[in-house]
């Protein structure tokens, strides 16, 4: 089936290590976030791929990095991770048209846990 | 940073009832979304709204967009079992990016 797929999709780290979370999207779309929630906070941006070749930060970028591998492909990178980056990690993408309000079609997800 | 306002915040409901939730925000949108999640998965577009005063549905939701355009209701009628989950507004400003805002959620516990 057509959609957004997230590797892997539980994860344990300690404290100090890295990890990068990877997203593959099969549907052609332009555009490509990343989001993670946490219990009463909703879904807060990370980082967004308006486009292949660009990469912005959104509300809550620090202690993550991204890179837009190609038009499918948007990987979440932890460099030195924290308990505090302990959340759930969604990928979405969207397409980007004359009306730029299709919406984000979600992966499944990606818990992490930093111990 | 813009805030998305949702409520209630949870709430029980006796199956066969109908559910009322909104979204409220501080800016104005020229879009607004609802979508849910079930447990364990990633959230669902369930309704997109692209115009103030728009009313639209999708079997059992009813979802507007607010004639301010700073606010969006979301209906459910009948409710059922399967109707459980968290229910999320999201909304996309007239400035022209690519990003939407979400509201921290509604979380629907339907009792059989």
């Known amino acids: 089936n057509a959609g957004v797929t997230q590797t892997p999709k539980f994860q344990v780290l300690k404290t100090g290590q890295s990890m990068t979370l990877q997203c593959a999207q099969d549907?052609?779309?332009?555009?490509m976030y990343w989001y993670r929630q946490d219990p009463g906070m909703g879904l807060r941006l990370i980082y967004y791929?308006?486009?292949?070749?660009?990469?912005d930060k959104g509300e809550v970028p620090n202690g993550y990095n991204v890179s837009r591998l190609n038009k499918r492909e948007f990987s979440l990178r932890l460099e030195s991770a924290a308990p505090s980056q302990t959340s759930v990690y969604f990928c979405?993408?969207?397409?980007?048209?004359?009306?730029?309000?299709?919406?984000?079609?979600f992966g499944s997800g990606t818990r992490l846990t930093v111990v | 940073g813009q805030q998305l306002n949702q409520s209630p915040q949870s709430m029980f409901i006796q199956e066969g009832e109908d559910v009322s939730m909104n979204c409220t925000s501080s800016?104005?949108?020229?879009?607004w979304l609802w979508y849910k999640q079930d447990p364990g998965e990633g959230p669902v577009l369930l309704i997109a709204l692209y115009k103030a005063g728009e009313l639209t549905s999708n079997g059992r939701l009813t979802a507007q967009f607010g004639i301010t355009r700073k606010d969006s209701f979301l209906n459910i009628s009948a409710s059922i079992p399967s109707d459980v989950g968290i229910y999320f507004c999201?909304?996309?400003?007239?400035?022209?990016?690519?990003?939407?805002?979400f509201g921290t959620g509604t979380r629907l516990k339907v009792l059989a």
């Open positions: 979405a993408s969207s397409e980007r048209g004359s009306r730029s309000n299709y919406g984000y079609t």
């Open positions: 549907m052609n779309h332009n555009s």
């Open positions: 999201a909304g996309q400003t007239s400035s022209g990016t690519y990003k939407y805002i």
């Open positions: 800016s104005i949108f020229n879009t």
């Open positions: 791929s308006a486009s292949e070749g660009t990469t």
